[in-house]
């Protein structure tokens, strides 16, 4: 029986253009990551390689081109040093990004930085060990940031969108989040209501910004003694929480900037026999997993991290091929669900700035109550 002879390599990235219908350097730059190919035509080209079974050398490839196919992501913790990558929320963005970034053929490169990122994103930049960063969070780095987009590194980050900002963020909607989740409980007839985080944050001020409004829609005056600054990656949160009830303090209405600090508060009002949502109601903000698995359910503004993700890497390719992506915000929803209906107050009147927030409700309901 005679062997057919096999096809060699570049035979069979000549018959893998023919079929895509694209030039031989097109499948070469598609094959090894090349910003320059768009994701519709790389992806075609892929479909069409597989099905012939050809396969590009990575390691060649990135000799030859210069390019790592890797992406940075760096995490900056100034403001919260004990948070760790085990966060749910962590956990969910880091997952999403790894998942867009191997379908687009590139590899992740995973750091923790607790001081200004810059000089480790310059690092990266000399050693060549990624093609570009994906940030996620400003921390306390707004300055350093903008540094770094005018000296022109490839950087998109993950976060809100600030006043003077030149570098491009993708991240929710803090502000309309924030003041959704307050109506929301405005509309329970909660009328004290706690706000639990550290606005140093950038994503957090914004939404307490959301909470101050919601407040002022309802001719409620903030009360410094409710807002209580928690830092993420800590058990500030049930600490703080418990000892607001050891001193006396008077809330009926909790707005927790994170789930972990929503879940953490609900352990410190069970520890001291106060019930949610009849004595506090709560809403908590990303929708992690667990958030419908705590009890009662836990209603949140829901982050939207697979389009986040998507948006990240979109955006910094975009960069990589010569682009100016823009800024986006990522539309947050309200997820209502157990520990903020509070049923004794259905029979109250409607409060002034609540019925935008009410019909945004109805409309989550309907939603799944864990994440699609």
């Known amino acids: 029986m005679t062997k057919r002879p096999r096809q060699k390599p570049a035979s069979r990235m000549a018959e ?23 994701d519709k035509t790389r992806e075609q080209i892929r479909r069409t390689a597989g099905k012939l079974g050809y396969h590009v050398d990575a390691v060649g490839s990135s000799l030859r081109t210069g390019l790592t196919r890797t992406i940075a992501v760096v995490i900056p913790l100034k403001h919260a040093a004990d948070q760790g990558f085990s966060d749910p929320f962590f956990l969910e963005i880091l997952g999403a990004l790894a998942e867009e970034l191997a379908e687009r053929g590139y590899s992740m490169l995973l750091h923790k930085v607790a001081e ?8 990266i930049a000399r050693g060549r ?4 960063v994906i940030i996620i969070g400003q921390s306390l780095h707004h300055e350093s940031l903008n540094e770094l987009a005018d000296a022109g590194y490839p950087v998109v980050v993950w976060g809100a969108r600030l006043p003077g900002q030149r570098y491009v963020t993708i991240g929710s909607d803090n502000e309309t989040g924030g003041h959704d989740a307050t109506a929301h409980l405005l509309e329970q007839g909660c009328r004290r209501i706690v706000f639990l985080g550290d606005s140093a944050a950038p994503e957090v001020g914004v939404r307490r910004e959301g909470y101050l409004r919601a407040l002022r829609e309802a001719g409620i005056a903030p009360e ?12 500030t949160a049930c600490q703080a929480v418990a000892a607001l009830l ?4 008077d809330f009926d209405g909790i707005f927790a900037c994170s789930d972990v ?15 949610v949502p009849a004595d506090v109601a709560i809403v908590g903000f990303d929708d992690i997993p667990f958030a419908a698995l705590t009890t009662p359910p836990l209603t949140t503004i829901r982050q939207n991290y697979r389009t986040g993700a998507r948006l990240l890497v979109d955006s910094l390719l975009q960069k990589l ?52």
């Open 116 to 123: 200004d990122p810059s000089e480790w994103v310059r690092s």
């Open 261 to 275: 600090f929503a879940i953490n508060a609900m352990r410190a009002l069970a520890e001291r026999g106060r019930k």
């Open 246 to 249: 050891d001193a006396g303090a």
């Open 224 to 235: 410094a003694g409710l807002e209580v600054p928690v830092r993420f990656g800590s058990d």
């Open 321 to 372: 091929r010569g682009e100016a992506p823009a800024a986006v915000v990522i539309p947050a929803a309200l997820v209502v669900r157990a520990s903020s209906l509070r049923r004794e107050y259905r029979a109250l009147p409607s409060i002034p700035g609540a019925s935008a927030s009410s019909r945004a409700s109805e409309r989550t309901r309907k939603l799944p109550a864990s994440r699609p």
């Open 16 to 38: 893998v253009a023919r079929r895509a219908g694209v030039s031989l350097s097109t499948v070469s730059r598609a094959l090894s990551g090349s910003p320059l190919v768009s």
């Open 129 to 132: 060990r990624a093609d570009g």
